[in-house]
């Protein structure tokens, strides 16, 4: 026998009982993006190295530890993408949606970092990413707070918390940074390898360090918020009046600086206290000169990305709905005649009630043996179909839950039994949906 092949470490297998939390999540993400008009965008997976470098920065964590970086078959540099924006905003240059326009898009899929896996940290992992560029003004940095917060609402998400700060302008930044610079160059002795590199070339990153020996010296550090310029206190003043207008709570946290280089004014991140270290479930801010540092028309832009291995710990954790994939009626079909009548019989009812679930037997197996896996299923309803039933133009259908009696029902009116048998939620898709949330 040969080895078995085991998965890549931090690759994760997603499971069927495991995919229902993540279509939960995606279903809800989905309808709020269409409630707030986004529209989805797909990017590649793979995008030349450069890419990253010239957007996330070349002395963050990501590009210099976690990249998944490689030569293709032309020796040119390539990286899988590490997150989404950047992708997200090279597409729309490259694409022509830059100039004079104004979207709102979304993308849901797989990211890439070289990370040291743990629960709710993965080498391959899963990010929806809200974005909308065009925009200058707080009304959208309010909205996709918005956004996010509807999401938690609907999926009835409570243990989660809004943090929120100003970087400031590139200028006024610049003045923090060499505030900071100052500051740290005064305790070098005190800093680690990692720390002394950054700060040289970018001493924000020294506040990203996650060295505890390093905490209590980052927390004297200056305030970022100390060296804001006029406009971008205006700015996040009227943020804040917003988010106080739509009865959304925050925290003002001074330290919020995100760990990718393209940041601008506005960042802030949703926590929660129920998955430990892993606290962040959605982070995101503004980034008005990624555009232009990709090469296109100046652009001001917003947007978020939301982790959807930590939202679905998190919703498991608060014991929260999952959506429900169960069939609604398992077709039992006893002989030749009955499976081949059976099989066109589930199409029919598919046909007529789309939003029911049927799973046909399919094995040729007796009746009691179809029966055990009818049960298991955990179907509603069983509909039984033998060579009698094909003869008589009728099938049985016998509860699998909460009793009832057998019932024969002839094959033309079956749709419209097993509809009001499961009940008006199996008749239209808005109403398996709700259907779903209630179970």
């Known amino acids: 026998m040969s080895e078995i092949i085991e998965p890549l470490r931090g690759m994760n297998d997603m499971l069927p009982d495991e995919a ?7 279903t809800v993400a989905r309808h709020v993006f269409s409630q707030y008009g986004y529209r989805e965008m797909r990017v590649p997976l793979l995008e030349r190295t450069q890419l990253f470098k010239r957007a996330i920065g070349e002395y963050t964590d990501i590009v210099e530890k976690e990249m998944f970086t490689f030569e293709d078959r032309d020796g040119q540099s390539v990286t899988l993408r590490p997150e989404a924006t950047a992708s997200l905003m090279r597409a729309a240059i490259s694409n022509g949606m830059v100039h004079n326009q104004r979207h709102r898009v979304f993308t849901i899929g797989p990211m890439f970092r070289g990370e040291r896996p743990q629960k709710g940290r993965y080498r391959q992992f899963y990010q ?3 974005e909308a560029f065009g ?7 309010a909205e996709l ?3 996010s917060a509807r999401i938690w609402k609907l999926l009835g998400i409570s243990r989660v918390r809004l943090e929120i700060n100003s970087l400031g302008t590139p200028e006024s930044r610049a003045e923090y940074r060499e505030a900071l610079r100052a500051y740290f160059t005064a305790h070098e002795a005190a800093l680690d390898a990692d720390s002394r590199r950054r700060l040289v070339g970018n001493p924000l990153r020294i506040l990203d360090s996650k060295n505890p020996d390093l905490a209590a010296l980052i927390a004297a550090a200056p305030l970022l918020t100390d060296y804001l310029d006029p406009a971008s206190r205006e700015h996040f003043d009227a943020l804040k009046a917003r988010l106080d207008a739509a009865g959304i709570g925050y925290t003002v946290n001074p330290r919020l600086v995100r760990g990718l280089d393209y940041y601008s004014r506005t960042v802030f991140e949703w926590v929660t206290d129920a998955l430990g270290s892993q606290n962040a479930v959605c982070s995101g801010g503004r980034y008005d000169g990624l555009v232009t540092q990709l090469g296109g028309e100046h652009t001001p832009a917003i947007g978020w990305a939301l982790g959807m291995e930590r939202v679905v710990l998190l919703m498991q954790e608060l014991g929260l709905e999952a ?7 398992y077709f039992v079909l006893a002989g030749p005649a009955a499976a081949s009548r059976g099989l066109q019989l589930a199409e029919e009812v598919r046909d007529a009630l789309p939003a029911l679930r049927i799973e046909t037997d399919l094995t040729g197996g007796g009746i009691k043996a179809q029966f055990k896996r009818a049960d298991k299923s955990g179907a509603q309803l069983a509909v039984v179909i033998g060579e009698d039933e094909v003869a008589r133009g009728s099938a049985q259908i016998k509860p699998l839950r909460g009793g009832g009696e057998q019932q024969a029902c002839p094959f033309a009116d079956l749709a419209g039994r097993l509809a009001s048998l499961i ?8 109403g398996a949906a709700r259907q779903d949330r209630g179970r």
Request: with cysteine; charged share 30%; net charge negative.
């Open 145 to 147: 707070i918005l956004v």
């Open 128 to 130: 929806i990413d809200a």
């Open 323 to 329: 959506c429900a994939d169960l069939p609604h009626a």
């Open 423 to 430: 009940g008006s939620a199996a008749v239209d898709g808005d």
């Open 135 to 141: 925009y200058d003004g707080p009304d959208v940095d």
């Open 20 to 26: 229902r939390w993540w279509n939960r999540l995606e």
